[in-house]
């Protein structure tokens, strides 16, 4: 959910395993650069600060490799978008697109798809929101029926198609 919740995953909830890398004292290689760098993302976007909330997300997403960087750049990008700054919604999700081996039935690969399909109905391209979720399967991945129903329901009135 965008808007001043991190959307992490389907469910609207900042990952566990992005909150325990940030919060090591001593971060492994491929894990976050800086402690609590996820605890004052999520924070600043509870406070309505999204553009600083956003950046706050990419550092994150930084400092992490291959699928767990993924829920820090969808919270990212949805980030942008609620700062109005859809241009860097679209860099920060063709950066997660670019991820390499995220299956999208995936907890990752649904958070990614609802991420790049939100992006792109922002910015008034509901065909490939809808080719997006389409790639998620049928049905939705677990978790993120209703999110997708949902992000699809929107993309289809955005296309002029009945649902």
Same mark, same amino acid.
């Given at each position: 959910?965008?808007?001043?919740?991190?959307?992490?995953?389907?469910?609207?909830?900042?990952?566990?395993?992005?909150?325990?890398?940030?919060?090591?004292?001593? *971060? =492994?290689?491929? /894990?976050? !650069?800086?402690? &609590?760098? +996820?605890?004052?993302?999520?924070? #600043? %976007? @509870?406070?309505?600060?999204?553009?600083?909330?956003?950046?706050?997300?990419?550092?994150?997403?930084?400092?992490?490799?291959?699928?767990?960087?993924?829920?820090?750049?969808?919270?990212?990008?949805?980030?942008?978008?609620?700062?109005?700054?859809?241009?860097?919604?679209?860099?920060?999700?063709?950066?997660?697109?670019?991820?390499?081996?995220?299956? *999208? =039935?995936?907890? /990752?690969? !649904?958070?990614? &798809?609802? +991420?790049?399909?939100?992006?792109? #109905? %922002? @910015?008034?391209?509901?065909?490939?929101?809808?080719?997006?979720?389409?790639?998620?399967?049928?049905?939705?991945?677990?978790?993120?029926?209703?999110?997708?129903?949902?992000?699809?329901?929107?993309?289809?009135?955005?296309?002029?198609?009945?649902?």
């Amino acid at each position: 959910m965008h808007g001043g919740t991190p959307a992490c995953n389907a469910t609207g909830d900042a990952p566990a395993s992005v909150s325990r890398c940030c919060t090591r004292s001593s *971060p =492994r290689r491929g /894990e976050c !650069a800086q402690p &609590g760098e +996820a605890d004052r993302a999520a924070r #600043l %976007a @509870s406070h309505g600060e999204h553009a600083a909330a956003a950046a706050a997300w990419e550092h994150v997403g930084a400092g992490l490799r291959g699928a767990a960087a993924v829920a820090p750049l969808a919270a990212a990008a949805r980030e942008w978008l609620a700062a109005g700054r859809d241009a860097d919604a679209n860099r920060v999700a063709r950066v997660a697109e670019r991820i390499a081996h995220v299956d *999208p =039935r995936s907890p /990752e690969g !649904a958070v990614r &798809g609802l +991420a790049i399909a939100e992006v792109a #109905l %922002a @910015s008034g391209d509901p065909q490939r929101a809808l080719a997006v979720l389409r790639a998620l399967g049928e049905p939705p991945p677990a978790g993120a029926e209703s999110p997708v129903l949902a992000l699809r329901g929107r993309a289809y009135c955005a296309a002029g198609r009945p649902a």
